[in-house]
């Protein structure tokens, strides 16, 4: 009876220690991704991004709304929707870089040692930034671009070779895009530690011109 | 002739096969207990109500996407049967569902590659942490990629990719279109398998991505795919600014 008590008690204790080692070890996951990590200052940022997205949808939704009922209308009042097919051709061609365009938006003028990562990466965050179209010097940058380099150093995009100085022209809310490459840790900042020597300028421009894609797309 | 061990030994032996479990037993729970408590010192008191604003407005963001799919279906429907009232109406709407398709508004269907990427799990991952997780710029490197090798469509986790779309990172979340995601990151793309395949083997292309993968255990799998399905991009157009020539 003793012997089987404390072979009982073993067990039990070992069994416990399994658990245990078992709970430790998996808690000693190498990353944990969760909201319920990240600190105040970047649940902050998610919070600023995501109202700004939800914005831009209600925006569009109002809009959509409007011009259905403007569509509806003319259409019963016998005027066809020509109107709404030419505005929404408009946008499409805008969208899909299929249209030469123009609007005001920001140059970053790039005079340096560059590279095609660095390049996307200056895009990624131009788009994230609200940019509605971007050229880099005359080449368009469409829905389908790519950005590579050649063996002597000039970039291309979708394989057309673009040489330094870059001038990369983003049409959309000057403001917006300008404090959002120029604050403090942000694109410009973090560039300009990594590339010493190559010089970064961000200007807002009132007015720019932007080419159509050189290949359309289908 | 052996003799029996003695009482007393036999106490000692059973006490110590006792005590190193009971030893091990206090040492876990007591780093168990630890880490718990050290967990909680770490839920600073703004994170609830930051942690609920950001739940909610995803919430919303996915609720809102909906409302615009259908705002959308609902004048797609009244242009297109307004579209048969004329010629110059049926030729403008024929403009208009090709840019829809290129642009990325229209589900995509076909065959292609699926990539899968995701942080590294086990001991490999130990050696270096921040090689060893996916970063928002594997994700650009990837679709850069994917155009590159041809790709006519891509979406990462059903999130279109399009001419406005951006992979960003905060802390440790990664946005893509504006919508929270977090690993393993599925990247479908519908283009020429072989060129695609090809392009994603050469050794000389993402090569901080496979390094890593090698070295640190980062996942990092392509495969060909058949028969995919791509959502149509579900968020605002967004052009206001811009005016075509």
Redesign the interface.
Known sequence: MRSNA?VI??TI??L??GV??V??IA?QD??S?S??????A??????A??????N??????LD??H??DT??EA?AGGK???T???R??????????????????ITVRVEGAFDE?AL??LV??L??A????IAVNSVR????????ATADRALTVDSVAVRGPWQVRA???PEVMYVAMTRTGGIIGQFQLIYKGTRFDVTRESAL?LPALATP?? | MTTAPSPERTRLTHSLVLLLPAVLFGLLVSVQWRTQAERNELTVRYNTPLLDAAKTLQNEQNALKVTLAELRADLDQIQTSASTQSDAAKDLQSRIDGLKTVAGLNERAGDGVEIILDDARGAAAAKDVEKSICHNTDLTDIVNQAWRGGAEAIAINDERIVGSSSIYCVGSTIMVNGTLMSPPFKVLVIGPQNELLATYDDPTQLRDIKQRRDIYGLGFRVSRATGLHLPPYRGALNVRFATPK
Do not use: C, H
């Open positions: 404390g008690s073993v204790v070992a416990f220690l245990l080692a709970t430790q808690a190498v990353y991704r909201l319920q990590l990240e600190t105040p970047s649940l902050t940022t998610l919070i991004n995501l109202s700004e997205r939800n831009a949808i209600k925006d569009e939704i959509l709304r011009r259905t569509a509806r259409i066809g929707s020509l709404e097919a030419e929404q051709l408009s946008q499409l061609r805008v969208f899909a870089g299929m249209s030469a365009t123009s609007g005001a938006g990562r996307s990466d990624n965050e788009r994230n609200g940019a509605e179209a940058v469409g829905p389908r671009s790519w950005f590579g049409v959309g809310s011109d797309l289908r």
